[in-house]
C-alpha cells in the first residue's frame, strides 16, 4: 500500500493531439486486442451478461448496456481520452487561406469499437463477483492488518513490535481506492477519516464516553455501560472481526432510547447507517459491500408483520458474514455479504429465536429517575475520529492479546456459556479494554484484584460471578429447540377432565409419579393416546418413566401447526438433546403401540430431564 501523493491536476489534452507519441486510435492492439495505455477507466471482469468496471473517478459501475450515455458515464472527466482512444474522424477539410489539405479532425467516438474492447477485456479478466471480491467502506482485515475504507482513502497503521510481539511504535498510512491483498476496495462518498497522531488510552473520549453512557438508568449499571461501549467499538472494526455482536437496547417510552441512538449517530457520523422504518432488501441494497455499522431505532413488534423476522434475519447473518440470497423479478437472484454490527431499540421487541439471542446483548433501561436532573451529553466532533484512530492502533495488541484473554476468561467452567457465547460476550469486553484499558472497566464497575502489586487488573474471580450473575436471565431466555418441543407437548392440553379441569400431558405424569391412587400406569397411557403420545414404565428402558414422541403423527401435527416443528419436526429437535434426556440406545424399545397403531417413537427421559432442568 503506497502513501497518498499529491492530487493531480486534470490532464486530459485534446483528442487530435498524439499522446506519449502514439497518435489517436494508433495504440499497440487497438481497436481491441489490448485495452489503451494509461486508461483511466479499469476493467475487473464479468458475470453472465454484466462487465464490472472501475470508472475514471473510482467508482465501481455494473454495466449491462453499452449507448454512448454509458461510456461517457465511465470515462468522464476524461471524455478526450475517450475520443482519443477510439476516434471516429471528421471529413476532410482544407485550409480556407491556402487550400491545402487538412488532416482529419476527431469528431465522435466509434462506440462499438470502444464497446468490443472494455468487453473483450473482461473476458481476459475472467469471473469476477462483487460479493466475493468487492469491499466497500467500513472496517476491514488484510494480512493481520487493520484496514479503514473512508471512501476515498484506505487508511492502516503500521506498528512495530517488541519481543512480545506487543505494538511499540505506530504510523498512520494511506491511500486510494484499489486493489490489495486480492480484493478491490471501490470508492464511494467518504466518510470518517482517523485522527492523524496516535491516541493514548489515557487520552482517549472512550472515557468520557462511557462515563456519559453510565448516566442512564440500565438494569445492570455495573456492566451494561462497558457492553455498550465495546459494542461501539467492535461496529467500527466491523468486516475486521470474525463475529459482529447485535445489541438490543429495551425499556419504556421516555426511558432515552432515541437519544441513546442520537449519540451514537453523533460519534459515527455518515459511516452509521440508520434509520427507523426500512426493510430488510432497504438495508442491504444501501450498504452494498461496505462493513458500516447499522442502527434500528423504534424496532417495535407489529401483529402480522414479516418485516421485522427479515431484519433480524439479516442481522443474524450478518453477524458472521453469511452469505444471503434473495430472489429478482427479472429471474436473476441476488446474492449479498453483510459483515455489519447491528444495534436496535424497541419498547415491545420482536420474536426472538434463539438463534437471534445467542448473538444479541439484550440491554434494558428503566425509567428515568423525573426528581434527578439530567442533561444529553454533548458528543465533541472529534471523538469519533480519535476513537477510530485508537482502534486502529491498538488492533495488533487487540487480535494478538486482548481479545484471546477475554476468550480464556469466558471459558471458565464456572461460566456455562458455549462457543457463540464466548464469542459474543469476549468480542465486546474485549473491544472496551481497547478503549479504556482494566483501569477503565474497574472504574465503571468491574471488581479490582486487591493483591495486584503495582498495577491495577481485574478480579477475574470476581468477575466470573459477577459476569454468571448478569447473564443468567438472558440464558433463561434461551430455551435449546429440543426443550421447546418438550414443554410444548408438556403444555398440551388433553381431552380429559379432573375435577371439571383439563388435564395436561404434563398433568398426568406429574400425578403418575406422585402414586396417585387413579392415575395408574394403564390410565395414564391411555390419557396421553389421546394425544398421540406413548409411555414406558419405570426400567424399561430408563430408570423412571419414558415419554414415548411418535416420530409421526396426526394430533402432533396439529399441536405444531404454525411453527417450525410440524410435520415431524419435533423429531429433528429432540435428536439435538443430551443422551441423558433422549434415549439413544434403546433400539428394541424405540417402537410401541398406541392406539393399537406400530409407531416408531423418540424416548424421553421424565427424570433424566427433571435433572437437566434443575441443572
Known amino acids: 500500500m503506497q502513501a497518498l501523493g499529491e492530487v493531480k491536476a486534470l490532464d486530459d489534452p485534446d483528442p487530435n493531439l498524439a499522446r506519449n507519441g502514439i497518435k489517436p486510435g494508433q495504440w499497440p492492439g487497438a481497436p481491441h486486442d489490448s485495452m489503451p495505455p494509461d486508461c483511466p477507466v479499469t476493467v475487473l471482469g464479468k458475470k453472465g451478461e454484466t462487465v464490472y468496471v472501475i470508472d475514471a473517478i473510482g467508482e465501481m459501475q455494473a454495466v449491462t448496456r453499452w449507448d454512448l450515455p454509458t461510456l461517457a458515464r465511465l470515462f468522464a472527466p476524461h471524455l478526450n481520452y475517450l475520443m482519443w482512444a477510439w476516434p471516429a474522424f471528421g471529413k476532410a477539410e482544407t485550409d480556407p487561406e491556402t487550400g491545402d489539405p487538412l488532416p482529419p479532425k476527431v469528431k465522435r467516438i466509434e462506440r462499438d469499437k470502444a464497446a468490443m474492447a472494455l468487453i473483450n477485456e473482461a473476458g481476459r479478466k475472467g469471473l ?89 438508568n440500565w438494569e445492570r449499571p455495573y456492566i451494561d455501560p462497558i457492553f455498550l461501549l465495546g459494542w461501539i467499538g467492535s461496529s467500527l472494526l466491523g468486516g475486521a472481526l470474525e463475529v459482529r455482536p447485535i445489541v438490543f437496547t429495551t425499556g419504556g417510552a421516555g426511558v432515552g432510547k432515541s437519544t441513546l441512538h442520537n449519540i451514537i449517530r453523533a460519534l459515527f457520523g455518515n459511516v452509521l447507517y440508520t434509520t427507523a422504518n426500512t426493510t430488510a432488501a432497504g438495508i442491504y441494497q444501501n450498504l452494498k ?161 486487591g493483591l495486584a ?68 400406569l394403564q390410565e395414564a397411557r391411555a390419557r396421553l393416546a389421546l394425544m398421540g403420545l406413548g409411555l414406558r414404565d419405570k426400567g424399561d428402558p430408563a430408570e423412571g418413566y419414558s415419554l414415548a414422541i411418535p416420530i409421526s403423527d396426526d394430533n402432533l401435527d396439529r399441536l405444531f401447526a404454525d411453527s417450525d416443528y410440524l410435520r415431524g419436526g419435533w423429531t429433528m429437535a429432540l435428536k439435538q438433546a443430551p443422551e441423558g434426556v433422549v434415549l439413544r440406545r434403546a433400539d428394541n424399545k424405540q417402537t410401541m403401540k398406541i392406539n393399537r397403531a406400530a409407531k416408531k417413537v423418540t424416548l424421553v427421559d421424565l427424570q433424566g430431564y427433571d435433572k437437566w432442568v434443575s441443572e
Open 128 to 216: 469476477f463477483d462483487p460479493q466475493q471480491n468487492v469491499r466497500g467502506r467500513g472496517g476491514w482485515k488484510a494480512q493481520d492488518k487493520f484496514i479503514w475504507h473512508s471512501g476515498k482513502f484506505l487508511f492502516s497503521v503500521d506498528v512495530k513490535t517488541n519481543g512480545e510481539n506487543r505494538a511499540t511504535d505506530w504510523q498512520l498510512t494511506a491511500a486510494k481506492p484499489g486493489e490489495y491483498d486480492g480484493y478491490f476496495y471501490a470508492q464511494d462518498a467518504d466518510t470518517l477519516h482517523p485522527w492523524q497522531s496516535p491516541i493514548g488510552i489515557y487520552d482517549s473520549p472512550a472515557h468520557q464516553l462511557l462515563q456519559d453512557l453510565q448516566s442512564w
Open 289 to 449: 459491500q461496505d462493513s458500516r455499522p447499522v442502527a434500528v431505532d423504534e424496532f417495535e413488534r407489529k401483529a402480522h408483520s414479516s418485516k421485522e423476522g427479515q431484519i433480524v434475519e439479516l442481522a443474524r447473518q450478518s453477524y458472521s458474514g453469511a452469505k444471503g440470497y434473495r430472489g429478482g423479478a427479472n429471474g436473476e437472484g441476488t446474492e449479498f455479504e453483510l459483515r455489519s454490527s447491528f444495534m436496535f431499540s424497541a419498547i415491545m421487541p420482536p420474536v426472538l429465536g434463539v438463534q437471534d439471542r445467542t448473538r444479541m446483548i439484550i440491554l434494558n433501561l428503566n425509567a428515568l429517575d423525573k426528581k434527578k436532573t439530567t442533561t444529553q451529553p454533548v458528543i465533541s466532533d472529534t471523538a469519533g475520529r480519535m476513537i477510530l484512530r485508537q482502534l486502529m492502533d491498538g488492533f495488533h495488541d487487540f487480535y494478538w492479546h486482548i481479545l484471546p484473554k477475554w476468550r480464556q476468561i469466558l471459558s471458565d467452567p464456572r461460566l456455562p456459556f458455549d462457543a457463540r457465547a464466548i464469542d459474543t460476550y469476549g468480542t465486546v469486553l474485549a473491544c472496551a479494554e481497547l478503549l479504556v484499558g482494566e483501569q477503565g472497566m474497574i472504574d465503571a464497575g468491574l471488581p479490582q484484584d
Open 453 to 520: 502489586v503495582g498495577e491495577c487488573k481485574l478480579d477475574i474471580d470476581h468477575l466470573v460471578e459477577i459476569l454468571e450473575h448478569a447473564t443468567a436471565a438472558e440464558r433463561g431466555d434461551q430455551v435449546p429447540k429440543w426443550q421447546e418441543v418438550i414443554e410444548k407437548i408438556l403444555g398440551a392440553k388433553l381431552d380429559s377432565y379432573k375435577g371439571g379441569d383439563k388435564l395436561t400431558v404434563g398433568g398426568v405424569l406429574e400425578q403418575l409419579e406422585q402414586g396417585s391412587e387413579w392415575m395408574t
